[in-house]
C-alpha cells in the first residue's frame, strides 16, 4: 500500500478508516477489471451480431443513391455531435471536480461510465429506434442519442458521488441506460411527446433516478467524510471549466436532433437566451441569499446552467427569444433557492444525500421545462407555425391530433417520467445496496485514494524549511 | 463574516483591508441582486417588445420558402459562432485567471457581464442594423455579432481586472454595448468600412475604452494591492487554457461574419498564418527582452494573440499568407516590447494601470489591424479581386467608390474609433468613479474574498505537523 | 537571476545544479531569440516566393466558376480542422503537463513548435504533394494536412520531454517535418497506400523517431532529476484536460481528410466505438496489473487514447463498429501492458528514456493499426463497397491493382515507416547530441525554471504562522 497508505495518513483520518482502506472491501483488483473486461466483450459480440452501418455510413448503401457527397447527414449533424461530446466528457466530468481530494474520480469515472453507457446506449435505444429487419442501423443520430442517455446517467452520477465504487457505478449505468430506453421508448414513439432537449427524458429522469438512489443507499455516518465533501480554491477553478463548456455548447445540445432548417436554427437560440437570461438571474440571487453578499461558486458552477436545462422540451417550439428568457429566469431562482433550501432539507429530512445538488440543477428545472412544453405545445396553432407544424409537432400537422391533447400529452410524459425514475431508481438502489461492489465506507467517501494512486504533494520550500526546523526544536529538546 | 475573514486575515492584510472588507462598501446583498434582476426584467421586457425570429428562425417563414432546409444559414455560421462562444467564455474568463486571488473573479465576472451584454447588444446592434418595420429580427448572425460586442466589453474588463466590483461592471458594459453598437454603425454603415474581424470596432476600441476608463479610476495607492497582482504557478497554467482557445478558434472569429464561400474560407487561413508567425516573433522577443533569456508567461499568454487581433480588419481580404505572416510577425513584436517597455512607463507616467496590458494585445495590434486594412483596402485591383470585389469591397466593386478611397474611409474609421472610445471612456470613467457601486479599496484589490465564498486551504499533511510543533513550541515556551 | 534562482533553491537542487543553472549553457538570451525570429523571416520569404491562395481561397478563382458558395470546402472541412487544431494545441500540450514543474515547458514548447512545424509543414507538403507551376495551392485540406505533420513532431516531444531545450526542440521538428514529408509522400503517392488517420505516417513514424532521438541523447545519470520526473495531484488533472480533448475530438482526427460523404462519417463513428472499447479494456487492465486494484492516472490518460492511433489507418473502411471495437479493445490492453511493462525494460536494458510512454500510447498501437489496416485492406470486395470502393480504394476500384495487393503495400508501407523513423531519428539524434543547444544538464530536468520565469509561491497562512513560530524557536535558541 505504501505511498496510498502515507498520503491517507497524512490527511488525518482516524486509524479505522486505514484500516478499512488497505481492507479487501474497497479492492478493485478482480471486481474492476472483470466488470470492465466482461461487459466490454459481451458488447463488442452484441455489436457483432445486432450492429450495421446505416445507410449515411455504408460505402454500398451510400452509393447507390444519385445523392451528393454534401448531403450526407455528417454535416448536419456531426458539428453538433461534437459539442455533445464536449459536455458529456469536459462538461459534466469537470463539473463534479469540484470537491477537494476527488478529481481523479469525478473526470475518472464520468469518462469509464460514459465510455460504457454510450456503447450500451446504442444497443438498446436501437432495439427500440432503429431495429429494422433485426439490425440495429447506426449513424450520427444514433451516436448523439446515445451520448443523449448518457447524460442521464451522469446526471445521476452527480447524486451518488463521492459514495461509490466504480463497479456499482458501472451496474447503475447498465441498468439505468435500459430504463432510459424504455422511458423514452413509452414518450417518443408511444405517447408521441416531444422533447428534443430531454427536459424530461435526459434530466428529470436522470435526477429523479439518481436523487431515489442516493436515498435507498443513504449512509447516517457520512458527517464522518463532511471535511473532504468541500472544494478547494482550485478544485472550484477546474469546475468552472466544466460549466463553461456545458454552458457554451447547451445550444448545440437542444438543437442536435430537432428537425433541421429553421428547428435546430431556433433551437440554439433559443437556449442561448435562455441561458444568459438565468446567468443575471443566479448571480442576483446567488448575492440576495448569501447573508454577507458574497457569491457561491456552487450557484454559479450549477444554477447558471438550469436555463438549459429548463428549456430543453420547447426550444424547437415557437416560444420566441421573450419567453426563452422569462423560462431562464425562472430556471435560474428556482435553482439557486433549491441550493440554499431545499437541498438541507432533502438532507436533514428525507435523508437524501445529493452531492452535486442535481435536483436544483437538473431536478427542478427538468419539471418545469417539462410543463413550459405542455403549455406551449397547447398553444400551437398554424397561424403561428405555418408550414413549420409539420417538423415540431408532426402529429397536429397531420390531423391525428390537436395542440391541446398534444399538450396532454406532453404533460403524461412528465408523470411518467417520474413514475419511471422513482420506481426505477428504488429498484436498483436495491440492487446497488448489495454488499458486494466495494463501495467505501461512510469515513472515506469523497476520496480518490480509496481507488486510484494518487501522487504526493509537491515538495516545497516550506518541507525544507519545516525540516530545518524541526531539527531545531529536537535539539532544544534535548 | 466568519470564515472570509479568516480567510482574510490568513493572507495578511492589514486590520485596516480587514475592517474595510467587513464595511458596507463592497456589500453585495443588495446592489448586485438589484442590478441583476432589475437588468434582466428589462431586457425580458424589450425583448418581448421588439425582438422577433428572423427568416431563418420562424417556422413560417423558412416554410414559406422553397428552399431545402440544408440552405438555412445555421449550417454556415453555427460552428464559428461556437468558436466565437468558446473564445468570449473559456478564452477571455481563463485568460484573466493568471491572478493568484483572482480567478473566481475572473472567470465569475466575465461570464456575468458577458451573459448581460450579448443581450443588451443584441437589442444595440438589432435597433442600429437589424430594425424592420420596428421589429429587431435575429438569428445566428446577429448572435456572433452581439459576441463580438461583448469580447469587446471583455477587453475593457481586462484593463481594469481586480480594482472594480461587479455592479461596477455591468454598468460599464451598459455604456460600452451603446457606445459599441453608434460607433459599428458609423463604421459599417455610414462610412462602408470592412472590418470583419474586429480590429477597429472590437480591439482598438475595447481596448481604448477601458484605458481610458482605468485612466479616470486610477488608484495612487495601488501598489499596497501589488503582492496579489501576480500570478501563481497553476493560475499561469489556467491562463493558458484561455490563450489557446483565444489562440486556436481566432480563425473562426475573424471569420465568422464575412461573405460565405472564398471569404470565409481565406480568412480563416490568413489568420491561422498570421497567429503562426505572432507566436514564434512572441517566443523570440520574450527570450530577447529578458536579462538572463528565460520566457516570461505574460507574454506567451498574450502576445502571441496579438497576430489574430492585427488581422481581424485585412483577413478577408486577399492579404496572402505571406502578408499575413508578416502582420503577425510585426504584432508579435510590438506586443513583447509593449508589455516590456511601454506598460511600465504608462503606468508610472500616465497613471493607466492596465491590469491586463490590453494596450499590448488589444490596442496596438488593433492600430496595426486598422492600417494593415486601410493600406490593403487601398491596394485592392479588379485584377487580384475578379468577380470576388462584390463581397469584399461592395462598395469598389459597386463603383460607387474606388479602392484609394476605401482606404482611406478605413483610416478615418480608425481615428472616429479612437475619438468614439476615448471620449466614450472619460465619460463612462467618471460615472464609473460615482462612490456608489462597492469597489474595493486600494488594499484589497485583486482579491476574491471581497465578493466571493472562497473555500479554505485543503487540509495538509503539513497542517498536522505543524499543530504538532507549534504545540511542543508551547510546551517549550512554558 | 534573482527570483528564479531563489526559486530553484527553494526546491532543494544541490549547489551544482543550481551553478549549472546560472551557467551559460542553458541561457537562451541569444540562441532562442536567434532561431525563431530567423526561421520565421526564412519562412515568411519561402511564403512569399512559393505559397498562392488554392482555388477555393482565392477570390478570383473561385468567383470564376459557377458553383455555389455554400460548396466551398471550408464547410465540409472546417469544423474537422477546428477540432484537429485544439487536439493539437490543447490536446498534446495539456496531456504533457502531468509533470509537477513542467507545466509551462509542456504548454509552451507545444505551443512553439507546433506553430513553427504547421509553417514549415505547410511548405515541405506542398512540396511534395500540392506543387502546380512552380506555386504550392493552400485551403483548409493543407491546413489540416499541415497540423497533422506537427502531430508527429509532438509525439516525439514526448519521448524527450523534459530533457531538450527550446532550440533543441525547433532543431528536430525542422528535420522531422522534412521526414516526415518524404515518408508521408512514399507512402501515399509512390505506394498508393491508404492512412487517412495517420497510424503509420504520423503516430508509428512520431513514436519511432522521438524513441531513436531519445536513445541517441541517453542520459546516463537521468536519476539525479527523478524526484521531478512524477506528477502531483493538480498537474494530473490538467493533462485530463489534455487526454479528454483528444479522446473526444479524435473522430474528427480520423476522417478530417478521408473522402465526402459517407466516408468522413463511417470514420467517425469507428472512431467513436473503437475509443469507448479501449477505454473500458484500459480502466480493467490498469486495476488489473495495480498490485492493490488502484487505478494508474497515466494509464487512464495515455492508453485510454491508443483506440484512436489503431483506427488511424482502417477507420474508413468497412471495418464495422464491431471491427472496430475490437481494435480499440487490444489496443488499450497492449498500451496498459506497455505501460507497466515494457517501458521499465526499455528503460533498463535499451536505454530508451521515453517520458510520456510514447511507444505504448503511440508506438504499439500504430503498429496495431498498420496490420489491421493492411488485412482490412486485402479483405475488401466489391460485394461490401460497392460504388464506394473508388473512395477507399482507388487503385482497387480502377483495377489498378488487387484488394491482395493493396493490403501488401499496406504492409510494405509500415516498414518503410519504420526504416524512415528509425534511420531518421538515429541521424536527428547525432545532430541534436551536439552540445550548443544549451540542454539541461542531468540533475535540472523536468525542471520550468531554466528556461521560464516562474512566478513564487502564493503567501499563505502557514508562511507566516510559520515565521512567528521561527521567531519564536530563535528567541528560545538564544
Known amino acids: 500500500m505504501g505511498q496510498a497508505l502515507k498520503e491517507e495518513v497524512s490527511h488525518g483520518d482516524s486509524p479505522i478508516a486505514i484500516a478499512d482502506m488497505s481492507g479487501a ?23 457483432g451480431v445486432l450492429v450495421q452501418y446505416n445507410h449515411d455510413t455504408d460505402a454500398k448503401l451510400w452509393h447507390k443513391g444519385n445523392q451528393s457527397d454534401y448531403e450526407n447527414d455528417f454535416y448536419y449533424r456531426y458539428p453538433s455531435f461534437q459539442d455533445v461530446h464536449v459536455m458529456i466528457f469536459v462538461g459534466f466530468g469537470f463539473l463534479m471536480t469540484f470537491l477537494q481530494r476527488y478529481g481523479f474520480s469525478s473526470v475518472g469515472f464520468n469518462f ?25 442501423h447506426i449513424g450520427v443520430e444514433s451516436m448523439i442519442n446515445a451520448d443523449f442517455c448518457t447524460g442521464a446517467v451522469l446526471i445521476s452520477f452527480g447524486a451518488v458521488l463521492g459514495k461509490t465504487s466504480p463497479v456499482q457505478l458501472l451496474v ?13 421508448y413509452i414518450l417518443l414513439s408511444l405517447l408521441g411527446a416531444r422533447d428534443a432537449g430531454g427536459s424530461m427524458t435526459i434530466h428529470t429522469f436522470g435526477a429523479y433516478f439518481g436523487l431515489v438512489v442516493t436515498r435507498v443507499l443513504y449512509r447516517p455516518n457520512l458527517d464522518k467524510s463532511q471535511k473532504r465533501n468541500s472544494s478547494v480554491y482550485h478544485s472550484d477553478l477546474f469546475a468552472m471549466i466544466g460549466t463553461l463548456f456545458l454552458w457554451m455548447f447547451w445550444p448545440s445540445f437542444n438543437s442536435a436532433v430537432t428537425a433541421h432548417g429553421d428547428d435546430q436554427h431556433r433551437t440554439a437560440m433559443n437556449t442561448y437566451y435562455s441561458l444568459a437570461s438565468c446567468t443575471l438571474a443566479t448571480f442576483g440571487m446567488s448575492a440576495l441569499t448569501a447573508h454577507d453578499g458574497k457569491l457561491d461558486m456552487v450557484h454559479i458552477q450549477n444554477a447558471a446552467l438550469a436555463g438549459g436545462v429548463a428549456i430543453g422540451t420547447a426550444g424547437e417550439m415557437m416560444l420566441t427569444p421573450f ?26 429530512k428525507l435523508k437524501i444525500q445529493d452531492t452535486c445538488g442535481v435536483h436544483n440543477l437538473h431536478g427542478m428545472p427538468g419539471i418545469l421545462g417539462a410543463i413550459v412544453g405542455a403549455v406551449t405545445a397547447a398553444a400551437a396553432t398554424t397561424e403561428i407555425y405555418g408550414g413549420g407544424m409539420k417538423d415540431v409537432f408532426p402529429d397536429v400537422a397531420s390531423q391525428a391530433r390537436d395542440s391541446f391533447k398534444q399538450g396532454g400529452l406532453q404533460a403524461i410524459s412528465l408523470v411518467v417520467t417520474l413514475g419511471m425514475a422513482l420506481g426505477g431508481g428504488l429498484i436498483v438502489g436495491f440492487i446497488l445496496k448489495l454488499p458486494i461492489y466495494g463501495s467505501p465506507s461512510d469515513t472515506i467517501c469523497y476520496e480518490d485514494s480509496i481507488y486510484w494512486e494518487v501522487p504526493g504533494e509537491e515538495e516545497t520550500h516550506d518541507d525544507q524549511l519545516t525540516t530545518v526546523r524541526a531539527e531545531e526544536v529536537e535539539k532544544l529538546n534535548s
Do not use: D
Open 172 to 184: 447503475m449505468a447498465m441498468f439505468e441506460v435500459t430504463l432510459f430506453s424504455i422511458n423514452e
Open 323 to 348: 419567453g426563452s428568457m422569462i423560462v431562464g429566469f425562472l430556471a435560474g431562482i428556482i435553482s439557486v433557492l433549491g441550493f440554499k433550501y431545499l437541498s438541507p432539507f432533502l438532507e436533514s
Open 112 to 136: 469509464l461510465i460514459a465510455a460504457f453507457s454510450l456503447q450500451w446506449a446504442t444497443l438498446m435505444q436501437g432495439f427500440f429506434h432503429g431495429f429494422h429487419g433485426g439490425k440495429i
Open 25 to 47: 472491501a474497497t479492492n478493485m483488483r478482480v471486481k474492476l477489471p472483470a466488470i470492465c473486461l466482461v461487459l466490454q466483450i459481451i458488447l463488442i459480440i452484441l455489436f
